[in-house]
């Protein structure tokens, strides 16, 4: 496959080093470019945010448990100690196929032989890009943040009110989607308001408070077996969320969620209902499947361009099932992995690829203190083990030691003191709303 | 002194308790409400942010060392174990000092049987208010964080640019003011650039980089004594601070400042070049001296008001010797714990208060990385022993053991390693101005 373009890439001088540009530095754009470090093949990774960021902890940010610092460090940073790879901080506007240039939006052009497309998927609003401002997703750091702001704020309005209806508005949250965010974002959400309303707020009963987790399909957690869906439905309704299947939201407006034949008046509304590609699909004039996702061969390759590969939410690739793989973090870390091996054999060595394998490392989705699921495929585990599980799995995950470290320090503070961490409002940012419709996978 | 209003503020029913109202939850008012807590006393603290911050450290969050939640926690938790103070977010628009009751922005009334006032300072901008948008000072985290934004998006940029004197500007800082603020920023900038160019960044060079100290007095840290100034003007030049006195500033615009003869061209400016009181005296109809700053009797009453206190940078106390107290933090705690001490005695006991006398702890400021000064008095502390005091002290005035922990576990963690925290760009953000002109002292 393109042995021609190896050769292209060579011509310029003959020590001139093969080119590699990966676009996205998220779970899959990392792996690649890790398995690349410190080879003699010239690396640029291209990000529009100088963080990564630990998206399965994200929900720990928006429900303030965790500082946004504690789950993202500086791509510089992670990929520092790669002396050939270089780190631009740059939003890519188009992909030159026939010349093998990835253009900039400050209009210059970078050159490659080989391309990663790894930038991750957005929130699907199925239509409706207006219900984004009032019902952001948990993507970046500044919609955690915004969502932060949002229910510490509600809360600070409704000790100050005086009208009973007002109260409960205020006091109300609308997750709408039953998957594993929102299904987290809702357990978080329930706990937070109860610790808060307890300890901290004078003029707040708990029963002025509503966490609403809306499905419109039959069940939460929909890919899980039914044995944990169904204790993570107790474990949700016992936190104090009232979970509705089977209905499906028509209307997000500032302080209001109409679905089915009800009219949820809320303060703090979360989109967690579905993800579609990020649109890069159309830098190559092609039109993504299934969610905008761009078909790819065995190699990762996409269909019809030999040299440009994409990987993880952005890719629609296929189990051994033929079945298309789902869009997890664990997949697309696997096929960064994967694709910095095979590029380095195949650049460096003339070696072939074998085609990529996905290892299914085990689903898990965690409603609360001392309760969290866990799907291996042939055995699964739930409840308080599950949870200790959960937490220890990732903190290992997190990028450095140092944020092992914190993050230990405060989950292990916190749980035995049920203190909270990051509730702050910065007034500045808390009426903004998310500006970009188009968002990397960081 | 005003014991009719004591009546009168009981006068409504025997068993009413005293109602003490106290606006800002900075060092002073969190003082006073300590002093406080747990009183038959009706105690009800104000602010317009919900979070308390330890603004000597907030250097460190702008210059990405530490994340905004190591040095701030909610008022609602700091005060939360005294169930006798509440806590509201709001903003106060005015005083009705004879029917003694404040007013808040939502248009409704706390009424008081004595108030105290510690709403802080703001930086003066000498009549160039239109200064601020583009040199914030560093009073809040929003500025903090805008202030972190903007170098570390400039570092980017440059590593980008190909024309060497946009080069130049991008990684040149400019600091107004040569207080301990300024040489604190001035300091942290010079490492946090030299630390980058030489980790992260592939084509920036250390040279490209300036950082300038601009102070219109003939010296830096005017209140410390000369070996010390002497020590501290060593220590910055040895990081690579260009320091510059005698030197007023001309004018400030987005990308330059011009001062005397010489233009600046510069990416991020910042201002600490003196403060003003916060305008809380305007809400009692009078006149505040020096930089704003409210006349206060021994007892710390306000001169014509003795039922409405004055503390902290707000206050014009006297020490002994008749000259204006500094706008220090420890100023401010000290006058909030007598105060709060002396309202007790006076509300619950009949008791007449000593007048306050104000005990000098020692002044410091750090230049960076074992460099920083002590002033007590009659004996003086520098280098590397004084910078170990100063973390050891900083540490142990944190508002509570979980912050002592996490800041002293990042700062062993980068003594050791050398590495640096919480480097994120959150780019909606970045691109933000201070909003407000006038700024509470949280």
Known sequence: ???????????????KPPRVVIVGAGFGGLATAGALGNSPIDVTVIDRRNHNLFQPLLYQVATAALSPADISEPIRRTLGR?????????????????GKTVTLDNGTSVPY??????????????????WRAWAPGLKTIHEARLIRQRLLLAFEKAELSHDPEEKKALLTSVIIGGGPTGVEMAGAIAELGHFMITRDF???????????????????LATFPDNLTQYALKALEKAGVEVMTNLAVESVTKDEVIAGSQRFRT??????????????????????????????????????????????DTALGLAEDGKPLPALAQVAKQQGQYLGKALRAKLLDGKPAEPFRFHNRGNTAVIGRDAAIFDFGKWTLKGRLAWFLWALVHVYLLVNFEKRLLVSVQWIW??????RGARLIDENA?????????????
């Open 414 to 419: 916190r749980y035995l003191t049920q203190q």
């Open 267 to 312: 303060s703090c509304v979360i989109w967690g209902a579905g993800v579609k590609a990020s649109p890069s699909a159309r830098w190559l004039g092609i039109e993504g499947k299934a969610g905008g996702r761009i078909p790819v061969e065995p190699d990762l390759s996409i269909t019809g361009f030999p040299d440009i590969f994409a990987i993880g």
């Open 430 to 442: 808390a009426t903004s709303v998310p500006s970009s419709t188009q968002r990397t996978e960081t």
């Open 82 to 98: 790669f002396k050939n790879i270089n780190v631009m901080l740059a939003e890519v506007t188009g992909v030159e196929a026939v």
């Open 113 to 130: 032989d080989r391309l990663v497309i790894a930038t991750g998927s957005d929130y699907n609003y199925f239509g409706h890009d207006d």
């Open 202 to 220: 004078r003029k707040l009963e708990p029963d002025h408070m509503r966490v609403i987790l809306i499905e419109a399909g039959p069940k939460i």
């Open 1 to 15: 496959m393109a042995d021609e373009t190896l050769q292209n890439g060579m011509t310029g001088g003959e020590t």
